[in-house]
Antibody, heavy 123, light 105 residues
Framework: EVHLEESGGGLVEPGRSLRLSCTGSGFTFDNFAMHWVRQAPGKGLQWVSGISWTSATTVYADSVQGRFTISRDNSKNSLFLEMNNVEEEDTAFYYC????????????????WGQGTLVTVSS | SYDLTQPPSVSVSPGQTASITCSGDNLGEKYISWYQHKPGQSPVMVIYQDTKRPSGIPERFSGSNSANTATLTISGTQALDEGDYYCQALDTTVVFGGGTRLTVL
């Protein structure tokens, strides 16, 4: 059974940094693209970033481009999101999601999701 | 930017058919996925590539996509189907619809 578990959320001040992690199990981690998707309080789902199976390709939403960095360590079945210069608008539950394929250029679909980790940006 | 439009809410009686629409320019040329999201739980993919059901998703969930509209259809709707439903596509970036709250009453 596929299991994704996020960690690293918490309270952070505007302008500071935070690193989220996600560990996957129950599947061959390095065969699949991985993503971060967030949901702000009372709002809908918003895709944040994705990374291909080899880390060759990374993609970002315009709202986080230049501030967030996605990465992965396939040897540890782990996905990361480095969040720099955070803004109050970044307050949300952050979900780690597994794609159905290995790339992020053709199509993107979120087959499995973690439980999420809450990031609150406030002074 | 590319927009996907969903009705904010849909109501259905138990046992009846619920239809949730998702509209966008030339949407039929893109692959659509649908996700169910219940409060306090993580989202679940119920349809991908317009019409395919992931393993474990009941047959009462089906999807279609043509021209400018994709539709998620739930036949014989049950109380446990209540929740928020989101459509999603890939344009120059990943796009989600605004979500539809399905109420079974």
């Amino acid at each position: 059974e596929v299991h994704l578990e996020e960690s690293g959320g918490g309270l952070v001040e505007p302008g500071r940094s935070l690193r989220l992690s996600c560990t996957g199990s129950g599947f061959t981690f390095d065969n699949f693209a991985m993503h971060w998707v967030r949901q702000a309080p009372g709002k809908g789902l918003q895709w944040v970033s994705g990374i291909s199976w080899t880390s060759a390709t990374t993609v970002y939403a315009d709202s986080v481009q230049g501030r967030f960095t996605i990465s992965r360590d396939n040897s540890k079945n782990s996905l990361f999101l480095e969040m720099n210069n955070v803004e109050e608008e970044d307050t949300a539950f952050y979900y780690c999601a597994k794609d159905t394929g290995g790339t992020v250029e053709t199509w993107i679909q979120f087959e499995n999701w973690g439980q999420g980790t809450l990031v609150t940006v406030s002074s | 930017s590319y927009d996907l439009t969903q009705p904010p809410s849909v109501s259905v009686s138990p046992g009846q058919t619920a239809s949730i629409t998702c509209s966008g320019d030339n949407l039929g040329e893109k692959y659509i996925s649908w996700y169910q999201h219940k409060p306090g739980q993580s989202p679940v993919m119920v349809i991908y590539q317009d019409t395919k059901r992931p393993s474990g998703i009941p047959e009462r969930f089906s999807g279609s996509n043509s021209a400018n509209t994709a539709t998620l259809t739930i036949s014989g709707t049950q109380a446990l189907d209540e929740g928020d439903y989101y459509c999603q596509a890939l344009d120059t970036t990943v796009v989600f619809g605004g979500g539809t709250r399905l109420t079974v009453l």
